[in-house]
């Protein structure tokens, strides 16, 4: 019957009310230009770990081999620690990353919107023009912070987001592409604090061509998710 055993896709948990709340949001964009794009300011908080946790290994090894250095699969509790990056990006510009130092909630979400991105917002869209995107965590949907944004609709806009959509913003791209280049990078992190400077590093020296690429697939991302009805997309 030609059925081979793999790794099940990772995809959003959706259920039935996720698909049309995406379709609907979704279908708000279907006919927004690529100007339109470039005003959009996309955000994302990310993990990255010293011991980077890659799901199934296999080895191979005959009987009684298993506890040769070459077959274990070693590890540390917690994955030796990590850090959380919060970024932005839009055509225009990276900003710089926040390390995210403690537990994200509303107050610290407030204030890194307050003290990071607002000065982003207000230099790489002087007329007020600009569109920022962010997901539906508890901490950014809290009064305090909602009521923020706003008092400051005059300078930017808030983009309406659908739920369980990381696989619709292109930022999951670029962490992608920073957890590859952190771990082709030799020899492997050994403390939070060169873990820390890699990141930075890496996402310093991002190209702008790559992340303008992403912005210019967005009209693609937006007509999957509509042929796909607001189900899980392969993008």
């Known amino acids: ?10 995809v959003p948990l959706l259920t039935k ?7 609907q949001r979704t279908r708000e964009h279907r006919d927004w230009t690529m100007d339109e794009w470039k005003r959009v300011a996309w ?11 890659v799901g199934r290994v296999k080895v191979l090894r005959l009987p009684g081999e298993q506890l040769l250095p070459s077959c274990p699969a ?5 994955s030796g620690g990590g850090i ?3 970024g932005t990006f839009s055509w225009a510009a990276l900003r710089p990353v926040v390390v995210v130092e403690q537990t994200m909630k509303a107050a610290n979400y407030l204030n890194i919107t307050a003290d990071q ?23 950014r949907k809290a009064r305090i912070v909602l009521e923020w944004f706003e008092e400051h609709t005059d300078e930017f806009h ?3 987001w659908p739920p369980n959509s990381l696989d619709l913003n292109p930022m999951e791209h670029i962490s992608d592409v920073m957890e590859g280049q952190l771990r082709a990078q030799t020899p492997p992190c050994p403390n939070i604090s060169t873990l820390r400077d890699r990141c930075l590093d890496i996402w310093y020296n991002l190209s702008p061509v790559m992340y303008q690429k992403l912005v210019a697939s967005m009209p693609r991302r937006v007509a999957a998710f509509l042929k796909a009805k607001g189900g899980a997309k392969r993008y």
Not at 121 to 139: E, H, L, R
Request: one cysteine or more; a positive charge; aromatic letters at 10%.
């Open 1 to 10: 019957m030609r059925l081979c055993s793999r790794r099940p896709t990772r």
């Open 17 to 23: 009310c996720h698909r049309q709340l995406r379709l």
């Open 43 to 53: 955000s994302v908080k990310s993990r990255f770990l010293i011991h980077h946790v």
């Open 74 to 78: 070693g590890h540390t509790q917690a």
């Open 84 to 86: 959380m990056l919060w």
């Open 117 to 139: 991105l607002h000065p982003y917002m207000v230099f790489v869209f002087p007329t007020g023009n600009g569109i920022f995107q962010q997901d539906n965590a508890p901490c």
């Open 158 to 160: 808030l983009m309406s």
